[in-house]
């Protein structure tokens, strides 16, 4: 894991939170995402409350709106979701705007929203000011199983690899005249779709051996030393510990 490997959703900065150690920002966004989803549903003000927070951390950060709200895109398939919960949730029911509604319909789409929304806001901060490589060894710094920050280490840096095997594969065709306009195309991509399996098969058998013969033995050595002073873990749990007061407050008023 000692190669960088920068992604999509990361925005170089030199912010306060681009400098904490990875896994206290792991720490911090896991305990502010387990606060957010213990806060009853009915403190509505509360979750107002958190998406401050958040907008705190995204201007300490330096991370524009607009970047924000464009990964938050991701959470469309869950938007869905809850707009139909009112038509399809039974139980008591209430008309608005002459539509028949449920009651615990309404409240479900809500919590799905207001939480959901909340989550995903946090890992993109976490994703905008966390490099991939970091993200690994804070999950290692953290005692996640070392089998499991392997699998997601190789993911990573394969799914690169299949992801420009599939470039190749399209200007391939492309420059051979193919253009997939419907149905009787699909067997040239079946055909594609298999070649690139093998291909990714053989090159992944390649791989292993290469590391088998420089010495892997099942696990991979630590090549930095990732450590957090009592500071940085203060300042990366604030926004837990002010999101907890929060819900303490919600469960109280």
């Known amino acids: 894991m000692g190669a960088g490997h920068a992604h999509k959703l990361y925005r ?24 957010v989803v213990s806060t009853p549903r009915e403190a509505m003000w509360a979750f107002g409350l958190y998406a401050v927070l958040l907008v705190a951390v995204a201007y300490v950060a330096r991370v524009p709106a607009g970047f924000l ?11 869905a979701f809850a707009v139909l919960m009112p038509f399809v949730a039974e ?24 939480k959901g929304t909340l989550g995903v806001a946090a890992s993109v901060l976490l994703a905008a ?8 060894l804070g999950l290692q710094r953290l ?37 997939a306009k419907g149905v009787r195309h699909w067997g ?5 779709a298999g070649a690139l399996f093998i291909r990714s098969y053989e090159r992944g058998e390649r791989v292993h051996l290469a590391m088998v013969s420089r010495g892997y033995a099942g696990s991979m050595p630590v090549i930095d030393e990732v ?5 940085q ?17 919600g469960w109280t008023l």
């Open 69 to 79: 709200l464009r990964r938050l895109l991701i959470e469309v398939p869950f938007v």
């Open 188 to 192: 040239v991509l079946a055909k594609s």
């Open 129 to 136: 000011t966390t490099e991939l490589r970091e993200l690994l």
């Open 12 to 35: 170089h900065g030199h912010s306060p939170v681009h400098g904490l150690p990875p896994h206290t920002k792991l720490a911090a966004v896991f305990a502010f995402v387990v606060v």
């Open 91 to 114: 139980g008591e029911r209430v008309d608005v705007l002459g539509v028949s509604l449920s009651v615990n319909g309404l409240w479900g789409a809500w919590n799905v929203l207001a």
């Open 143 to 179: 005692r996640l199983p070392p089998l499991l920050v392997q699998i997601a280490s190789f993911m990573i840096r394969y799914g690169d690899v299949i992801t420009d095997e599939m470039r190749r594969m399209r200007i391939a065709r492309e420059s051979r005249g193919f253009e």
């Open 227 to 231: 450590t957090a002073s009592r500071a």
């Open 233 to 249: 873990w203060t300042y990366a749990l604030a926004l837990p510990c002010a999101a907890l007061v929060v819900c303490l407050l």
